[in-house]
């Protein structure tokens, strides 16, 4: 009997107890016995399996229905839904970011509302409903009210990440008392004040601030979210301190990724351990704030609590990228993150283009977001390490200029292997 390669689900969490695997998904556990286990432990590794056995064939089988694995068919390739796409519909902007990955660009794009309207439509088939809009500046896209029609006449909810200086409340407003639960929003402060408006060339702090009041004030408590570097979270303290009492509903910090503007100082990029401390130090600082009423989200994305205490893993996959969500940019291409895309400065990472291609079809079959998806490390230490990390290809590309090597972030791998770069 020929061998077959299966894919696990990327949205199931699985543990090992007593030898046995636990196998999470969203309404259902499921135990394997050690038979099984390693069976799943070989699906999880990308090996090919060569079922013998009808009890090998049933168990197969009962994975399959429990939307916990699938065949790769390479002849006629699908995979499971999107769990998220994300769009940037425009790069124009009214602000210069010392750390935007887009970049300055002399005649920004911007996405056609009948691209727009085709990408909804086509979620809608493949059952994916989580839609993030960002740009540029997305309020700033000519159409920008006719997109949030199209979104609130849909079954789609969208999640849109602004920089807070223009009128999106004025937008949302007619929204307020109907359907009010299609959108969410985010406000970029990367900051207090003086630091914000600083790494935000063009942007004036209190008219953030009085936005985020008449979002909170129409129905719409939006989240923040903070790009922290070398250069900034320093000022994080100040910076809760400044939006304690704001009517928010969670403060998320992410690192800055050394793509775009962030290039021209890449050298600021945080070591290892330098990452390390800056996450361990915003976690204390978080904690002695004693902020009650705000969410606290740590998007950093890597060590997890695992370090900590015993925690369920993520099935191994590079990253969210072509496995859990793509994105369009304002040109209309689909790509798998546009960070990869515009860390590698070709056409290498795009997958195809929403004006000429089906959004479907690129996910089912696309040979680039199968590249992604049928990855296992090569290197030993990535390979056995039960933290799965989720490391940012992006970042390693930029960085260490090849997508497929251990993340410059990972202090373990640096203590075992050293640099890298070499």
């Not at 920004?108 to 691209?115: C, G, I």
């Not at 000519?142 to 937008?171: C, W």
């Not at 490391?391 to 390693?396: G, L, M, S």
Request: hydrophobic fraction near 35%.
């Amino acid at each position: 009997m020929s061998e077959k390669i299966f894919l696990p689900n990327p949205k199931a969490l699985w543990e090992i107890k007593n030898n046995r695997a636990i196998i999470h998904m969203a309404d259902k556990e499921l135990g394997l016995d050690e038979e099984g286990t390693k069976i799943f432990s070989r699906i999880v590794q990308r090996k090919p399996i060569k079922i013998t056995t009808l009890e090998q064939e049933e168990f197969i089988d009962d994975l399959i229905r429990n939307d916990v694995i699938l065949p790769y068919n390479p002849e006629n390739p699908s995979f499971f839904p999107p769990g998220a796409i994300a769009v940037e519909i425009t790069h124009k902007c009214n602000l210069q970011c010392e750390h935007c990955y887009v970049g300055i660009r002399e005649n920004p794009s911007v996405l056609s509302l009948e691209a727009f309207k085709k990408i909804v439509r086509e979620m809608e088939e493949m059952s994916c409903y989580a839609l993030a809009i960002g740009g540029g500046e997305p309020t700033l896209h000519p159409d920008f009210e006719k997109i949030l029609r199209a979104i609130y006449n849909s079954k789609v909810r969208a999640h849109i990440v602004t920089n807070g200086t223009t009128n999106i409340a004025d937008y949302l407003e007619k929204y307020a008392d109907k359907k009010r639960n299609s959108f969410e929003v985010t406000v970029s402060i990367d900051g207090p004040k003086d630091i914000h408006e600083k790494i935000r060339k063009n942007a004036v702090f209190d008219r953030i601030i009085e936005n985020i009041q008449k979002l909170a004030e129409l129905g719409w408590k939006p989240h923040i979210q903070t790009t922290v570097s070398l250069k900034n979270y320093y000022s994080i303290p100040r910076l809760l301190d400044q939006i304690k009492n704001l009517p928010i509903q969670s403060w998320a910090v992410k690192m800055e990724y050394p793509v775009g503007n962030a290039k021209v100082h890449a050298n600021m990029f945080p070591s290892p351990h330098e990452f390390v401390e800056i996450r361990d130090q915003i976690h204390k600082w978080w904690e002695r704030s004693g902020i009650k009423t705000i969410k606290f989200v740590d998007d950093l994305g890597y060590f997890p609590p695992v370090l900590k205490k015993p925690a369920k893993r993520r099935m191994y996959y590079l990253c969210s990228a072509g496995v859990t969500q793509v994105t369009l940019d304002a040109d209309g291409n689909i790509t798998p993150c546009t960070l990869i895309q515009i860390a590698d400065g070709t056409s290498k990472y795009i997958a195809g283009n929403i004006y000429v291609d089906s959004l479907k079809e690129v996910w089912n079959t696309s040979e680039l977001l199968w590249k992604f998806r049928l990855l296992w490390p090569e290197n030993e230490i990535c390979s056995r390490c039960g933290l799965v990390c989720a490391k940012c290809p992006a970042t390693v590309l930029a960085i260490a200029k090849n997508l497929f090597k251990p993340d410059p972030r990972c202090s373990m791998f640096q203590r075992r292997c050293g640099d890298v770069n070499s």
